[in-house]
């Protein structure tokens, strides 16, 4: 796996600052709506927004894993059930190829769609899902391209960055609604306009609203870039694990032709899977592209071809 150690260190140093980037965006709006609705409230706000997301990133390393199985309703695999169906052993297989240090734990979801992903803070912390669907449609070799395609983001660290961006954007999300309630039902705008004779206030309470509106939506936007930077990266280390392209590159196929979504994932995690579980295509570039969750499954297998 010679030339992967440089992914994996670069991988905990971007961990570091997703993290950083997330408390000083989460003390600017705090800043923002602070000002917007009492001033002598913003030093309050900001020392919540600072435990808020010491809290947060602590919840997104710890537990990311049991959040994330809990939110698309994976549950552990049945070894009697799924080693038959080449699920565990394939995962063991795997393990032994790249020499991780622990066993990832194999989950299930029951879904009809085609999908599939790993999660979880490192190594020995980790776990690999597939739906169902996948199992039903996949033959043996498909399926060992599609788990080592998972086992890659955990070999490069992937997981840990990913896992920790997905938690804390859906905290962003959520403290900007309640934020966004805080300004519109709190009145503390109007105070400020009656106390001080207040166009200052009112810049603020817009410009905290602005800043409210459009905060999830990069946030979201970095999570995507993330997860689009790291596809062909595990596509090609999962042909390196099997020295088999052609499983992996019908696997995709198999998936890109299945039009059978997964409505119950969440949009933050949506960048986790092997594919959209909304179904969502984006081609081309430009704004289509910014908001991909993946590249283009034709390019991929472009790319696997040429291997």
Request: negative net charge.
């Amino acid at each position: 796996m010679y030339g992967f150690e440089a992914q994996i260190a670069a991988n905990k140093l971007k961990t570091f600052w997703v993290v950083l980037g997330f408390t000083l965006f989460i003390m600017l709006l705090g800043y923002v709506v602070g000002e917007a609705y009492s001033p002598e409230m913003t030093y309050v706000i900001l020392s919540g927004c600072l435990v808020f997301s010491i809290f947060g990133t602590g919840i997104g390393y710890w537990y990311s894993d049991s959040i994330i199985t809990s939110m698309v309703g994976a549950r552990p695999a049945n070894p009697n059930v799924y080693r038959e169906r080449f699920l565990i052993d394939s995962i063991e297989g795997l393990v032994l190829a790249c020499g991780l240090p622990a066993i990832p734990r194999a989950y299930v979801i029951d879904s009809p769609a085609m999908n599939a992903f790993a999660t979880g803070r490192d190594p020995q912390h980790s776990l690999i899902a597939v739906t169902t669907g996948l199992l039903d449609t996949l033959d043996r070799q498909e399926l060992e391209g599609v788990l080592a395609h998972e086992m890659s983001h955990i070999y490069n660290r992937d997981i840990m960055l990913m896992g920790v961006a997905a938690i804390l954007v859906g905290g962003i999300a959520m403290f900007c609604h309640v934020m966004t309630r805080v300004l519109f039902y709190g009145g503390g705008g109007r105070r400020r306009d009656n106390d001080s004779g207040g166009g200052g206030a009112g810049i603020f309470a817009l410009v905290g609203i602005v800043f409210l509106i459009l905060a999830p939506i990069f946030a979201n936007l970095l999570n995507l870039m993330l997860s689009r930077k790291r596809e062909f990266l595990a596509d090609a280390t999962a042909v390196k694990l099997t020295r088999n392209p052609e499983g992996l590159k019908n696997a995709l196929l198999k998936i890109s032709q299945s039009a059978e979504p997964m409505p119950e994932v969440e949009q933050e995690l949506s960048a986790l899977f092997i594919d959209h579980p909304q179904k969502k295509e984006f081609s081309g570039g430009g704004m289509a592209a910014m908001f991909a969750t993946h590249p283009p499954i034709e390019a991929r297998i472009a790319a696997l071809d040429r291997m």
